[in-house]
């Protein structure tokens, strides 16, 4: 059957910020058929494409997005867990929607540690191989640490695996950030052997972790600067700058860790953009340090 997209559906409650617009044009492919399919009606059309995991990282705008919106979260349809290699370690073989928590459980119910710190994290495999989402710089806990190879596919060519390492992950960026390549699968390796116990007490020292220092019971997109390239955390420096609270319709710098800002309630993109500006105005005022937003603006 040809393909068709749904017109304008809403894609707020389709972030964790709850913000932003209808997509002119909507798919949520759960096959790869389905989703090539998706790929070449926006290129036929001659149509903006935007693709969006779990939306955990993302502010869309008030107005909506023009063109095709595919939405990845239900697109998981590749996973193999590979055979042991020689030095015991195991590739995990997923398509990237996947969501993050459930591959540190996959990790955990084969036996191997280091994957617990994306229980925390609500975001897709394709989401976090674009962003290297994990810890801060230097911390060994990063998306391009446990993922080795991805097959990615550009409008109008064939999908091809590639090393992670050639899309230059570094501290929250890849190459992969703003380009029109398409995360269609990951490979990641497990490695850590650990026991089922250990495994246990780790995810529940991450969530306790968590749940003490983070807002997680409004909106938010977690954090929303990226810490200085000098190694400081941006929640610090605006903690310093004494926006804890600050207020912008909707939007609130979270009390609680003020690198994140919560809706609560009605906030709009303009209302979260404009306390961006705010903060960074604040900070780069006080310590002529501009604080760069890790949040990807997707514009109209
Ligand atoms: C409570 C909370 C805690 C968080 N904690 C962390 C944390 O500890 N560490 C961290 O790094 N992040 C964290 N985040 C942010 C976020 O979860 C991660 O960045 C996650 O990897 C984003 O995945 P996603 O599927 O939601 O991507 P989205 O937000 O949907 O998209 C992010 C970007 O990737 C692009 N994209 C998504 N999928 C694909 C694909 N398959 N192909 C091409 N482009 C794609 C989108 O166009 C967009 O530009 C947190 C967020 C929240 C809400």
């Known amino acids: 059957m040809a393909f068709r997209p749904e017109r304008d559906v809403p894609l707020a409650p389709l972030t964790t910020w709850k913000i932003g617009g209808p ?3 909507y798919a949520a492919p759960r ?12 290129k036929t059309e001659g149509c903006p494409l935007t693709i969006l995991g779990r939306g955990s990282n993302v502010l869309l705008p008030d107005e909506g997005l023009s063109g095709l919106t595919v939405v990845l979260r239900h697109y998981a349809p590749e996973t193999v867990l590979h055979g042991e290699a020689g030095d015991g ?3 995990f073989e997923t398509g990237a929607g996947f969501s993050l928590p459930r591959l540190a459980r996959e990790a955990a119910a084969a036996g191997y540690g280091g994957y617990s710190f994306y229980i925390g994290i609500p975001g897709t495999v394709g989401g ?5 989402a994990g810890f801060g710089p230097g911390d060994e806990r990063q998306t ?11 409008p109008g060519e064939a999908p091809r695996w590639r090393p992670y390492a050639d899309f230059g992950p570094t501290y929250r960026h890849t190459a992969l950030i703003g ?29 306790a972790m968590r749940k003490r220092m983070q807002p997680l019971t409004r909106p938010t997109a977690g954090s929303v600067f990226k810490g200085t390239s000098e190694g400081q955390p941006a929640g610090r420096l605006i903690d310093e700058a004494g926006l804890k609270g600050l ?23 303009a209302d979260v953009r404009a306390l961006i500006v705010r903060i960074q105005e604040r900070v780069q005022a006080r310590t002529g340090i501009f604080l760069e937003p890790e949040v990807r603006m997707l514009t109209p």
């Open 23 to 25: 997509a002119e044009w």
């Open 128 to 132: 976090a191989v674009v962003m290297n």
């Open 89 to 91: 370690s195991r590739l």
């Open 144 to 154: 391009a640490h446990r993922c080795e190879e991805v097959e990615a596919l550009r």
């Open 247 to 269: 207020r912008i319709g909707g939007a609130v710098v979270s009390e609680k860790h003020a690198n994140w800002i919560e809706n609560h309630g009605g906030a709009t993109a």
């Open 31 to 42: 096959t790869r058929e389905d989703l090539l399919a998706a790929l070449a009606w926006a």
């Open 179 to 207: 380009s029109d390549a398409v995360v269609l699968t990951a490979r990641f390796r497990f490695r850590e052997r650990a026991s089922a116990e250990s495994l246990r007490q780790a995810t529940a020292e991450h969530l």
